[in-house]
Each structure stands twice: as structure tokens, then as C-alpha cells.
């Protein structure tokens, strides 16, 4: 009982924290020409943060050497999720224009706009570390082959390139972790006062980011959303079937505690909000992949205390 009380809780804390990014879009506090600052705060300034106040502020290198198995278990889980999204896709006979939209929404999710919140809400900072973990492998496969699923799906013509797809993956978080962990290795202890600065910058990561897609429910409009085939399909791969892939693959390699918990739940969030903007600039079907990440957003409210009681009972 405590457990689910915990569960409900940090959900709720979400939900209002979303609420009121929605009232402001509603009320015109935030607009359309808002949003790309936000984002820039959260990814270049805020998440950065985060990687080094808890990399070189609290990460152990006993826990960094096992980071072989921490990368691993993302990539296969995601590796599954997709595979069996392609398989679905074909199954069903999605239309070409939703066909990239339907893959990346069951094999991929929001593992940084919705991830972290939660899980610093359910397991505080010491689940950080693993969720940068599946952060990066998500990030990567996106803008790999889910870049490249949208832009077949749309009408642009532009080429996946391996500079493009760098220049993509390079983001400023990833460029943090890969600073950070050597510095860690070596024995490098920052001075006081980079940990506070970090640690009050980072601290504006959960508010923005939760308030930006309350913003965008706004924006793609709840009252526009549809409960069809695919959406019900897509509920089902991102709160059933990922984290049961996840919590299989876990127990087969022993990897139990806060990084389980961690990992079960990043692979239980919602669709990716990137998957929207991409979608939009590829011209692909941007209103199915919105729908997508609306309903999911919602429906994780529900879903993520149920999947907290099932990993409290295991």
C-alpha cells in the first residue's frame, strides 16, 4: 500500500506540474514562439547539469563499471520493442504515410521530458544515472533509424547523412556525459561551487520540461483525440509490451534494484515528443504522431502506479 501511495503521489505531482502547462497555453501565458526557448533551456543548460552534478558530484566509479550492462539492456529492449513494431506494421498494413509514425511511437519513448521527472519522483537522484543511460541509446536509435522511418513516411526529400545524423545524436547532454565520465576516472573533484551552480540548474529541468508538454496537450487540443485501432495498439506496446521486454531482459541478467525500476518505467513513458517536430518537418502525417503522444501522455497517469505496484510485488 505504501508503495502505490508513493506511486500516486509522485504521478500526481506530474499531472499538476502538466496542468499548469496547459492553463498557461490556455490562459496565453505560453505561446507557440515559447517553445524553442524552453526546450533549449532544458536540453542545453539544464540536462547538461544534471549529467555533471551527478556524474562528477555522486556517481561512484564501482557503479560506472558497469556500464557495459547499464548501455545494453536499453538497446536490446528497444532493439525488441522495434522489431516487433515493424512486424505489427506490416500485420496491420498501416498506410506509408503513418507507417514511420507507427514504429517510432511503439518502439521508442519519452525518456527525457516526461522520464526524468518521473523517475526523480519515484526513485530521486539516485535513479538519474540510469536514466541517462537509456536517454542516450533512445536518443541515438531516434535519430537514426526513426529519423530515417519519418522521413520515408514524409514527402522531403533530404538524406539521412552520417554528418546530419553526428550532428543530431551530438547534442549537449550527450557531450556532458561523454566530458564528465572521464573526468570521474581520473579522480577529478570539482570545486564547490560548479556542484551548487549545477545543482540549481539542473533543478529547472522537471518544472520546464513538464510544463512544455502540458503546453503541447494544449496545443494538439484534447478534445481531438481519437481512440482507434492503432492507438490502441500503440497503448499496449508502450505501457504492456515494452516494460515486460524490459523486465524480462533485467531478470535474465540479475540486474535488479533502482536501475530495474528505472529502466522498467523509461520503457513504460509515453511517445517521444521529438517524433512530432520531425514528423511535421518531413512531412509526414504530424496530427497521427501527435494524437499518439497525446493519448499516451494521458494515459501514463494511469498506467505507471499500476506497473509500480507490479514491480513492488515482484
Not at 527525457?112 to 543511460?133: D, H, K, Q, T, Y
Not at 551530438?170 to 570539482?190: D, E, M, R
Not at 495498439?233 to 504492456?240: A, G, H, K, P, S
Given at each position: 500500500?505504501?508503495?502505490?501511495?508513493?506511486?500516486?503521489?509522485?504521478?500526481?505531482?506530474?499531472?499538476?506540474?502538466?496542468?499548469?502547462?496547459?492553463?498557461?497555453?490556455?490562459?496565453?501565458?505560453?505561446?507557440?514562439?515559447?517553445?524553442?526557448?524552453?526546450?533549449?533551456?532544458?536540453?542545453?543548460?539544464?540536462?547538461?547539469?544534471?549529467?555533471?552534478?551527478?556524474?562528477?558530484?555522486?556517481?561512484?566509479?564501482?557503479?560506472?563499471?558497469?556500464?557495459?550492462?547499464?548501455?545494453?539492456?536499453?538497446?536490446?529492449?528497444?532493439?525488441?520493442?522495434?522489431?516487433?513494431?515493424?512486424?505489427?506494421?506490416?500485420?496491420?498494413?498501416?498506410?506509408?504515410?503513418?507507417?514511420?509514425?507507427?514504429?517510432?511511437?511503439?518502439?521508442?519513448?519519452?525518456?527525457?521530458?516526461?522520464?526524468?521527472?518521473?523517475?526523480?519522483?519515484?526513485?530521486?537522484?539516485?535513479?538519474?544515472?540510469?536514466?541517462?543511460?537509456?536517454?542516450?541509446?533512445?536518443?541515438?536509435?531516434?535519430?537514426?533509424?526513426?529519423?530515417?522511418?519519418?522521413?520515408?513516411?514524409?514527402?522531403?526529400?533530404?538524406?539521412?547523412?552520417?554528418?546530419?545524423?553526428?550532428?543530431?545524436?551530438?547534442?549537449?547532454?550527450?557531450?556532458?556525459?561523454?566530458?564528465?565520465?572521464?573526468?570521474?576516472?581520473?579522480?577529478?573533484?570539482?570545486?564547490?561551487?560548479?556542484?551548487?551552480?549545477?545543482?540549481?540548474?539542473?533543478?529547472?529541468?522537471?518544472?520546464?520540461?513538464?510544463l512544455y508538454v502540458g503546453y503541447l496537450l494544449y496545443e494538439t487540443g484534447l478534445k481531438s483525440m481519437r481512440m482507434t485501432r492503432d492507438m490502441a495498439?500503440?497503448?499496449?506496446?508502450?505501457?504492456?509490451v515494452a516494460p515486460g521486454i524490459m523486465l524480462g531482459l533485467c531478470r535474465l541478467f540479475g540486474f535488479t534494484g533502482t536501475g530495474e525500476g528505472v529502466?522498467?518505467?523509461?520503457?513504460?513513458?509515453?511517445?517521444?515528443?521529438?517524433?512530432?517536430?520531425?514528423?511535421?518537418?518531413?512531412?509526414?502525417?504530424?496530427?497521427?504522431?501527435?494524437?499518439?503522444?497525446?493519448?499516451?501522455?494521458?494515459?501514463?497517469?494511469?498506467?505507471?502506479?499500476l506497473i509500480m505496484m507490479v514491480i513492488s510485488t515482484l
Open positions: 500500500m505504501g508503495e502505490l501511495l508513493h506511486s500516486l503521489s509522485a504521478v500526481l505531482l506530474v499531472v499538476l506540474m502538466m496542468a499548469i502547462g496547459y492553463a498557461f497555453g490556455r490562459l496565453g501565458y505560453m505561446k507557440k514562439e515559447h517553445k524553442q526557448l524552453i526546450v533549449k533551456l532544458i536540453v542545453n543548460v539544464g540536462v547538461p547539469a544534471v549529467c555533471f552534478n551527478n556524474i562528477l558530484g555522486k556517481i561512484s566509479k564501482e557503479l560506472l563499471s558497469d556500464a557495459g550492462a547499464i548501455m545494453l539492456l536499453p538497446m536490446l529492449s528497444m532493439a525488441a520493442t522495434l522489431a516487433i513494431a515493424f512486424a505489427l506494421r506490416r500485420i496491420l498494413r498501416i498506410e506509408p504515410s503513418k507507417a514511420g509514425g507507427f514504429i517510432v511511437m511503439c518502439g521508442l519513448s519519452n525518456s527525457l521530458f516526461i522520464g526524468l521527472p518521473m523517475n526523480r519522483s519515484l526513485f530521486g537522484e539516485a535513479g538519474v544515472p540510469f536514466v541517462m543511460a537509456y536517454y542516450v541509446i533512445n536518443t541515438a536509435l531516434f535519430w537514426t533509424v526513426g529519423c530515417a522511418l519519418l522521413q520515408r513516411s514524409g514527402s522531403c526529400g533530404e538524406k539521412q547523412t552520417l554528418l546530419k545524423t553526428l550532428k543530431r545524436i551530438a547534442t549537449p547532454p550527450l557531450i556532458a556525459l561523454v566530458v564528465c565520465v572521464p573526468l570521474l576516472l581520473i579522480g577529478f573533484k570539482p570545486p564547490k561551487i560548479l556542484l551548487d551552480l549545477s545543482s540549481y540548474l539542473g533543478s529547472i529541468v522537471t518544472p520546464l520540461a513538464l495498439i500503440v497503448l499496449v506496446m508502450r505501457y504492456i529502466f522498467i518505467i523509461e520503457a513504460a513513458m509515453p511517445v517521444m515528443t521529438q517524433s512530432v517536430v520531425v514528423s511535421s518537418s518531413c512531412g509526414a502525417d504530424e496530427q497521427y504522431v501527435a494524437q499518439g503522444m497525446s493519448i499516451s501522455t494521458l494515459a501514463c497517469f494511469v498506467s505507471i502506479p
